[in-house]
């Protein structure tokens, strides 16, 4: 994957920072998800002069995050709240760290214009693709609701972002439940078009989580690392929306995406740094009990023990100075 080879260059470059001290400083493991946070830490120069080596690895989506994570193939990782969810309720050896917030409607319904979908009403019958367990399932559930339908009034074709869009454009589903970048690239290039009220407002939090094996915040150099991030990473979520334009040529540069694509992406997406801390454990806890109602969820969990506040101060701190989301 060119955007995973990108990231390895990068990885061996941060590696040569600071060569006296290299044989002192530790190593994080990170994976993101399409590398949108990875190209606003770089093109704000929150990369610069790190006192520890980055290693970052790319996915399309944060369920093979989760994995990575869970395998002790990563320190970090960033991704949406629902993935973690899973792994948790496995017992994965994962916590939240830190957290940051997407525009709920960047996370949307699409269809083609000839599918015959104009009103949520209309998917009755129809075959929908999502990401299991993920954003997309998430939101077709609660679209279902809102328009008074019930799961089995549709059918579900569990399929990853690709592969979703793939089926959307092909005719093989009739709709599609992306996000950003995804929802952006595929309005532009494929002419799909969104469904009526069928954006993840009122009911998606938008929230995603940096993530830490509990053996790297145990790890006093790796904890002091990762706390660091956290706080370079709140200062490069400020600096993209303070400067979308530079942030959209950036990111279009990074990963090989048209500028007018990226820029779509910027402003429907709209990500700030939050405050993490316990006032964020509702939020997941109502998520888990709806996946569970719909036994998504194998088992009912109890997500307060799914955070660890300790690493977040300094973020805190930046977060505080974000600008709110005018949506």
């Known amino acids: ?23 002192d400083k530790v190593t994080l493991r990170l994976g993101d998800v399409k590398g949108d946070r990875f190209a606003a830490l770089k093109a704000s120069g929150e990369l610069n002069n790190l006192p520890y080596d980055l290693k970052l690895t790319a996915f399309d989506s944060g369920a093979p995050v989760q994995e990575a994570l869970n395998a002790g193939a990563l320190d970090v990782g960033f991704t949406g709240d629902l993935p973690f969810l899973f792994v948790f309720a496995a017992g994965a050896p994962v916590k939240a760290v830190g957290a940051w ?40 559930l609660g679209l279902l609701e809102r328009a008074g339908l019930k799961p089995g009034d549709v059918t579900f074709r569990f399929l990853g972002p690709v592969d979703g869009r793939a089926a959307l454009t092909s005719g093989a589903v009739s709709a599609w439940a992306p996000w950003e970048p995804y929802i952006a690239t595929s309005t532009a290039v494929d002419g799909t078009v969104r469904v009526a009220d069928g954006g993840g407002k009122g009911i998606m939090s938008g929230y995603s989580y940096a993530l830490a094996r509990d053996e790297a915040i145990n790890d006093a150099g790796k904890r002091k690392a990762i706390a660091d991030l956290l706080a370079r990473l ?90 709110g989301d005018k949506s």
Request: cysteine-free; hydrophobic content about 45%.
């Open 101 to 140: 917030q997407n525009n709920p409607d960047s996370i949307a319904l699409l269809t083609r214009p000839d599918a015959g979908i104009h009103r949520l009403q209309d998917l009755k019958g129809k075959q929908i693709a999502v990401n299991r367990g993920g954003w997309g399932h998430y939101l077709l």
């Open 234 to 323: 709140a200062k490069a979520q400020i600096w993209a929306q303070q400067h979308p334009q530079e942030f959209a040529s950036v990111l279009g540069k990074t990963l090989n995406m048209p500028t007018n694509i990226t820029s779509s992406w910027i402003a429907d997406a709209r990500i700030r740094p939050l405050v993490f801390d316990a006032s964020l454990i509702p939020t997941l806890q109502k998520s888990a009990d709806f996946f569970h109602r719909y036994q998504v969820l194998p088992k009912a969990i109890d997500v307060s023990k799914a955070f660890d506040f300790s690493l977040s101060a300094q973020a805190n701190q930046v977060a505080k100075s974000a600008p």
């Open 1 to 23: 994957m060119r955007l995973a080879a990108l990231f390895t260059g990068v990885a061996l470059a941060l590696s040569t920072l600071n060569p006296l001290f290299a044989a």
